[in-house]
Nanobody, 122 residues
């Protein structure tokens, strides 16, 4: 069982930066691949980024590649999403999720946080 709590969301102007954090409970955090997803109003939840259990492999959605960076600190049971050059279309609720498999599909992640709102103004 893994419990996840996101933080770091907020309101930022276009072109600005935010860093999201996701703190995990449990001693098996380092066994899980960690993903970030987002959901805008009226839209499906979409994949943003994933990082392997060791941190050695990362993968990004095309829409955020080159602007967002996912990282993790297994000693702190925390995964991060550094978001730079933010655009209004990045506005969404951002969720972190844990999976023993990883991947781009939300169905692959049994554990989810409650989400944190990111709003980018133009």
């Amino acid at each position: 069982q893994v419990q996840l709590v996101e933080s770091g969301g907020g309101l930022v102007q276009a072109g600005g930066s935010l860093r999201l954090s996701c703190a995990a409970s449990g001693r098996t955090f380092s066994s899980y691949a960690m993903g970030w997803f987002r959901q805008a109003p009226g839209m499906e939840r979409e994949f943003v980024a994933v990082i392997s259990w060791s941190g050695s492999i990362t993968y990004y959605a095309d829409s955020v590649k080159g602007r967002f960076t996912i990282s993790r600190d297994n000693a702190k049971n925390t995964v991060y999403l550094q978001m730079n050059s933010l655009k209004p279309e990045d506005t969404a609720v951002y969720y972190c999720a844990a999976s023993l498999v990883g991947g781009k599909g939300s169905y692959e992640y049994p554990y989810w946080g409650q989400g944190t709102q990111v709003t980018v103004s133009s």
